[in-house]
């Protein structure tokens, strides 16, 4: 089933507010296909590493909540189920899938600038739990 015309004109914005704040770093995987609908983000950390995040759009989008992946790192991303104190909701195509927003409180109006930008401060937290071994809790306390 194709996307509906308020949902192709949202998926619009979305391409046009993305393409603003990442400018070549976005790749849109079937973007006509509901529900196969995915977006890629390459992500430099302070660090200067290289990750991959992955954004699957759900077919009632904006609705639903996306999910959110690591979908490529400078190294193997650990074998996390889902936790808390990692920020982790277990796995999904082989990739780490990340907490970004609490379920019950997406809204509608969130964006996916904002999904990738929690991404991004994920990986920061990560990368300094790489460093000095803290808890990614430690760094991200609770997102909403």
């Not at 200067?48 to 954004?55: G, K």
Request: glycine share 8%.
């Amino acid at each position: 089933m194709p996307w509906t015309p308020t949902q192709q004109h949202r998926l619009a914005v979305e391409k046009e507010i993305l393409d603003r704040y990442f400018p070549g770093k976005v790749q849109w995987i079937d973007p006509t296909v509901e529900g196969r609908t995915r977006i890629e983000i390459e992500m430099t950390s302070n660090s200067n590493q290289v990750y991959r995040l992955r954004a699957y759009v759900p077919p009632d989008y904006p609705n639903s909540l996306p999910e959110l992946v690591v979908a490529g790192s400078p190294r193997p991303m650990p074998n996390w189920g889902a936790s808390g104190s990692t920020h982790t909701l277990g796995r999904k195509d082989g990739c780490l899938k990340i907490c970004h927003y609490y379920a019950p409180r997406w809204r509608p109006e969130h964006t996916f600038y904002e999904i990738f930008v929690k991404g991004r401060v994920w990986l920061e937290a990560y990368e300094g739990h790489l460093q000095a071994g803290n808890n990614l809790d430690y760094y991200l306390g609770h997102m909403n």
